[in-house]
């Protein structure tokens, strides 16, 4: 054991290593106890992350075309590791039907609910914007009008003529025309652009339009980003054109406000009960922090650090009549939970919301 400890500092040293990613499955409770017991130079966060999915990306054809030197289980934890840092751009390299949430999944039809969770993933991805120059291949196929082939295109140019310097130079890449352009270079990021525009959600076609309200108050587009006093006195009706309202000017400025601002919250540190670790050790009455690991019609799964997850009926998700559950509580949500009831025969867990 001694020598563990001593193997991890010295790596977490090496490495200038930040935080330590844990996935929840197998000895996951026993695993964060130990690196909490490692006697750290600096402070280190441990995080435990959903590893649903991982054994299916590490020996996906696509692990093996990133990690093709390597065995599967460093694979495995490869992607835990990236969930951490960035889970949009990990899991979308896994199909969204093993990510082991939802209900009813195997019994509706199949082309249908991969056409609509695509469209949820392409969403999100296009919400929260990407960086061109790091992305990987099937992150940039969820964008809006590019596709996978030419996601490999981009891949390829990068790979051949270096980062890509600003949103127009996009066009040199073969089969990237003007209308894939035009509706994929708003969720495109140019980090350290010459032209700070492009690390934004502003469309190349609604440059002219910045400059303009950058000229008409009296300062340059580097001194107008960021500057919340300028833009808010800016009168967007000046600006309304026929394709142009008020609505898309109000984005516009609220992105100048904060440009390429992440929507996604900072994660936050979670911390099981130390004193509970399989459900043998659970009581009725018991009040425990979990975070929800699955959403149902009848109501949500919770982990509250041991092996199987805890039910909260919907019935029990308020003091008053809850019609979806999804009002109450999302996917990983951080709640503290009653226990109800425990059945160690079948395994089961009861929990309230009620306090």
Request: some cysteine; proline content about 3%.
């Amino acid at each position: 054991m001694t020598l563990a400890i001593k193997k991890i500092r010295s790596l977490v040293n090496a490495y200038n290593i930040e935080a330590i990613s844990i996935g929840n499955g197998t000895a996951s409770r026993e695993t964060e106890q130990f690196i909490k017991k490692v006697p750290f130079n600096k402070e280190v966060e441990v995080y435990v992350v959903n590893e649903a999915g991982a054994s299916i990306y590490s020996a996906s054809k696509i692990a093996r075309e990133e990690f093709s030197d390597y065995d599967i289980t460093v694979r495995g934890a490869v992607s835990i590791g990236r969930r951490l840092i960035d889970p949009l751009a990990e899991l979308v390299k896994i199909d969204a039907k093993s990510i082991g949430v939802g209900q009813y999944q195997h019994d509706v039809d199949q082309t249908r609910l991969k056409n609509k969770l695509d469209a949820v993933v392409m969403t999100c991805v296009n919400r929260i914007g990407i960086n061109v120059n790091s992305a990987s291949k099937e992150l940039l196929s969820y964008v809006s009008g590019i596709g996978p082939v030419l996601a490999e295109n981009i891949i390829n140019y990068r790979s051949e003529k270096g980062s890509i310097k600003a949103r127009e130079e996009l066009l040199k890449v073969p089969r990237l025309g003007a209308k894939a352009y035009e509706q994929s270079a708003g969720f495109l990021r140019i980090k350290n652009a010459k032209n700070p525009l492009d690390d934004s959600a502003v469309h190349p076609e609604r440059y002219e339009l910045v400059n303009k309200i950058a000229l008409d108050y009296g300062t340059g587009i580097n001194q107008l980003i960021g500057n919340k006093e300028v833009l808010q006195k800016v009168d967007l009706e000046t600006y309304v054109q026929k394709d142009l309202g008020i609505p898309t000017l109000k984005d516009i400025i609220k992105e100048l406000e904060k440009p390429g601002l992440d929507p996604r919250s900072k994660i936050k540190v979670f911390q099981f009960d130390e004193n509970v670790n399989t459900i043998k050790d659970l009581q009725t009455g018991m009040k425990l922090p979990g975070i929800v690991n699955n959403i149902t019609n009848f109501g949500c799964f919770v982990d509250v650090g041991v092996k199987e997850s805890g039910l909260i009926h919907i019935s029990k998700l308020a003091n008053e009549y809850i019609s979806d559950v999804n009002s109450v509580v999302k996917l990983g949500q951080h709640l503290r939970v009653t226990v109800l009831e425990i059945d160690l025969d079948l395994k089961r867990i009861q929990l309230s919301l009620i306090d």
